[in-house]
């Protein structure tokens, strides 16, 4: 079992910048992917970004220009660093973890997800 705890979330103005954590715990065996995925009040859960073992990245074209992810593997965590936030950037945010060379945009078939943070972002 893996377990993925974010942390980092709160309330930011717009224009601000945010940064978030997740560290994940257990038995993560060999390479994975992390990313992360956001779901906004009465909206479907979306794809944000994503890091591989060697650090190939993919971004959701909502944050690219914004938006780094990055990760220390010597700590197994996955940082997301949120520049020139928009109030559309208001959702909860989840960490995720897959053994594939990327993470499903659509989600399904992450094998492991974190609770969630919440970022809210004030205009």
């Known amino acids: 079992q893996v377990q993925l705890v974010e942390s980092g979330g709160g309330l930011v103005q717009a224009g601000g910048s945010l940064r978030l954590s997740c560290a994940a715990s257990?038995?993560?065996?060999?390479?994975?992917?992390m990313g992360w995925f956001r779901q906004a009040p009465g909206k479907e859960r979306e794809f944000v970004a994503d890091?591989?073992?060697?650090?190939?990245?993919g971004y959701a074209d909502s944050v690219k220009g914004r938006f780094t992810i990055s990760r220390d593997n010597f700590k197994n965590t996955v940082y997301l660093q949120m520049n020139a936030v928009k109030p559309e950037d208001t959702a909860v945010y989840y960490c995720?973890?897959?053994?594939?060379?990327?993470?499903?945009?659509?989600?399904?078939?992450?094998?492991?997800w974190g609770k969630g943070t919440l970022v809210t972002v004030s205009s």
């Open positions: 995720a973890l897959g053994y594939r060379n990327y993470l499903p945009r659509s989600g399904a078939g992450v094998d492991y």
């Open positions: 257990g038995r993560t065996f060999r390479s994975y992917t």
């Open positions: 890091i591989n073992w060697s650090a190939g990245t």
